[in-house]
């Protein structure tokens, strides 16, 4: 196994015991007869969330798949909840893309950015600098380890009150934000977003409707989406509990770009497909973790 096998495989074993709906989905897959088990599943993406804030951030977090071979492409802003982000492309078909995004830490309030400062603080120098990358145990237990102290739940609902993303990201840090189902490859009836959120929907399985539950680019390229994150009950400073909103899984569905429209399609690889990103599409994926949609009934 490649280092880089090593570090994904580890991160998509601690997110399938965090998130049921992972294992709840492929099984799903595998009883509908649409995959024959999850090795059958191609990994879109997967998604991380980051603080922007010295040493931390992007810039420290993406020198890990950097030096995996991952490429850095298209920069995205979301102004409405203070975000970057980019996407990441792999060294080769057979691994997911990366999106990571990272929290504008100086757009928040005073209080707000105290908060942040007084857990993050606690990093005096990038810590992926003295990793050895090479390593893919000592990468895996980076990339699950704590980097400031537990919170508190009173942090934790004051950031909450004005950046979902921030809570989010000051308890779960760098867990595996989500993996990403790419559906165009499967059999016809479940290859289309459209259809397989119906049949997500048929088994039970709750959808992000923040912008309608398809969410489509406005070049028709790229269709995607989620299932709201479940509640998982947590463990605060001073031993409290409360339930917080996990991790969820996305599904992607990438069309033929024009130009190949032409082609045969046992001949259709990724190269084929529109590729990257949507900020539009995002913007509304990221609110699967969101009190609006995990609140609702
Ligand atoms: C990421 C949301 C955006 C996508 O594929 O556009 C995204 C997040 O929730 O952290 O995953
Ligand atoms: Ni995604």
């Known amino acids: 196994m490649t280092t880089l096998e090593t570090v994904l495989n580890g991160l998509m074993s601690r997110y399938k015991e965090r ?3 992972v294992g709840a989905i492929i099984d799903a897959m595998v009883t509908e007869g649409i995959i024959a088990s999850d090795a059958d599943i191609e990994n879109d ?14 810039q420290s977090l993406e020198k890990i798949f950097l030096h995996y071979g991952y490429t850095k492409k298209d920069y995205y802003d979301f102004p409405e909840k203070k975000l970057d982000a980019y ?33 993050t603080g606690e990093v005096t120098s990038d810590p992926v600098d003295s990793l050895d990358l090479d390593n893919g145990g000592a990468v895996d237990h980076f990339l699950h380890s ?16 004005e950046s979902e993303y921030a809570a989010w990201v000051i308890y779960n840090r760098y867990y595996l934000n989500h993996f990403t189902v790419s559906v165009h490859n499967l059999k016809p009836g ?28 406005p ?6 989406s989620s ?12 031993n409290e509990s409360i339930e917080i909103a996990g991790s969820y899984v996305e599904f992607a569905e990438r069309r033929v770009l024009p130009q190949f429209a032409q082609l045969p399609a046992s001949e259709i690889r990724r190269e084929h497909r529109r590729e990257g990103f949507e900020a539009n599409n995002a913007d509304k994926i990221f609110e699967s973790t969101y009190s609006a949609q995990t609140g609702k009934k």
Request: aromatic content about 12%.
């Open 19 to 21: 998130v049921p709906d």
């Open 146 to 161: 704590a980097l400031w102290r537990t919170p508190t739940v009173a942090d934790y609902k004051t950031l909450a009150a």
């Open 227 to 238: 299932t709201v994150a479940r509640m998982i009950s947590a463990t605060f400073a001073d």
């Open 87 to 119: 996407w990441y492309a792999p060294p080769a078909d057979k691994y997911p893309r990366i999106f990571i995004s990272e929290l504008r830490v100086k757009d928040l309030s005073r209080q707000a950015q105290d908060i942040i400062h007084s857990y």
């Open 45 to 58: 993406h997967i998604a991380f969330r980051t603080l922007g804030v010295p040493h931390l951030g992007i």
């Open 219 to 224: 070049d028709n390229g790229l269709a995607q």
């Open 190 to 217: 479940y290859n289309t977003v459209a259809d397989f959120n119906a049949f997500l929907e048929k088994k039970g399985f709750r959808l992000n409707d923040s912008g309608g539950k398809v969410k489509t680019s």
